[in-house]
């Protein structure tokens, strides 16, 4: 795979990550299955990275159980001033519309994956229901394909389970194992992060009191 193949291939993540697509009403409600929840539930979280069925896409699966408040996750994923803490490569998130009721927008990344290539946008929609999750489509930008969605369950004991799904196409061909090897390892980073960024939120919260 070349520099600029696994740059593209990050960036499905990278995009994917902190935004938009409609909300999924026909699909069923987002849930980890019987392996992802064995795997949850031992305290580690999980990423897979297979072939879409249509043969042109990468479809993923990712989750992970975060010890902080479903508003304190639901604001670092979606808040763009955080996004570049989160997504590999990102230099700026920007919001180019939104409803003014909050159930939609519309974003810019900018991404420079690696130094020497130059910088990728892409452009996509989010669709709220929240602080539940959202739905993502891709609108503009170098992705042929980017879309997926993100659910927040509030467990028992407190801890919230993020659960995703998603698709993804570069702009050409690559080798399928390797693209998904490289797109799977930079999600395992990225569901790192947004536990770390989510604890610190959290934590701030509880010393700055009511």
Sequence with gaps: MTRRAAALVL???AAALP????????????EPTSAEAAA?????????????PDGASGFIRA????????????RVMTDCALA???SV???????LQRDPQGRWDVREHVSRLIPVLPQIR???RTDYAPIEGFAYRRTGGDMKVL???WRLIVLPGGQVRVISEGRAQAPFVLPGAMARLVLRREAVMALAALKRESLALAAQRVKSGP
């Design 19 to 30: 935004c938009g697509a409609a909300w999924a009403q026909a699909a069923p409600p987002l």
């Design 11 to 13: 960036l499905a993540w």
């Design 40 to 52: 949850l539930d031992q305290g580690r979280g999980f990423v897979e990275v297979t072939p879409d």
């Design 84 to 86: 570049p803490r989160i």
């Design 122 to 124: 892409t452009e996509f």
């Design 89 to 95: 490569g990102l230099k700026s998130c920007r919001v």
């Design 147 to 149: 879309e997926g969605r």
């Design 63 to 74: 989750g992970i159980d975060i010890a902080a408040p479903r508003e304190v996750v639901w």
